[in-house]
């Protein structure tokens, strides 16, 4: 049997024909781009600047405390001065210690001290007790007094001595040399020097 094949081509081709060959539609027109016009305004973010002057917080400054001056009067230890005697006229040379050695008849050692306030003492050194022994009597003639000097002469006054065996008597003046020295008058005369 033998189907109609004709009728089912006709179908196809005209199918074919109105899908793939006919009139299409015409595309749609693209639509103009937009105006140039300006954009429109986006509201700003950002915080409008204050015209207002900016306040700063004042700075407070103390002000420099210094200590004040004491309104009291500063005491201080009063200054004592140590009354001094004059001393005699012209024997400001003689102050100090003074030594004479062996002078004949005197066989030992004679020392003198003058002090400031016109006193003096003086140590005949007859036989002095040597160290670390237990002596009896310590050698030693112990005088004090006062001294006045008087051109080339000193006065000697003798206010207390103590006693010793072998002594010789004590000069009642000495006598100053040209070059400021001392000496006592010893045997026949002859001067005992005494030196610094």
């Keep these: 049997m033998r189907t109609p094949t004709l009728p089912l081509v006709a179908l196809l081709t005209s199918l074919a024909a109105c899908t793939g060959n006919g009139p299409r539609e015409p595309a749609p027109e693209p639509s103009p781009p937009a105006s140039p016009a300006e954009p429109a305004e986006r509201p700003s973010t950002q915080a409008p600047a204050s015209s207002a002057p900016a306040t700063q917080a004042p700075t407070t400054q103390a002000p ?6 004491s309104s009291a009067p500063t005491t201080q230890a009063p200054t004592t001065q140590a009354q001094t005697t004059t001393p005699t006229p012209g024997g400001d040379a003689l102050l ?41 009597w310590s050698g030693i003639v112990h005088r004090k007094g006062a001294f006045k000097r008087s051109g080339d002469t000193v006065s000697l006054s003798v206010a207390e001595a103590s006693q010793g065996p072998g002594g010789q008597p004590f000069p009642t003046t000495l006598t100053v040399d040209a070059a400021g020295g001392l000496a006592e008058t010893g045997e026949n005369g002859k001067p005992c020097p005494y030196q610094r």
């Excluded at 420099?64 to 001056?69: D, E, F, G, S, V």
């Excluded at 008849?105 to 006193?119: C, I, Q, W």
Aim: aromatic share 8%.
């Design 96 to 136: 100090g210690t003074w030594r004479s050695a062996a002078c004949a008849p005197r066989k030992y050692e004679r020392v003198l001290s003058f002090a400031e306030d016109g006193g003096f003492t003086a140590e005949d050194r007859v036989s002095p007790c040597p160290p670390r022994v237990a002596c009896v």
């Design 64 to 69: 420099a405390t210094q200590a004040p001056a």
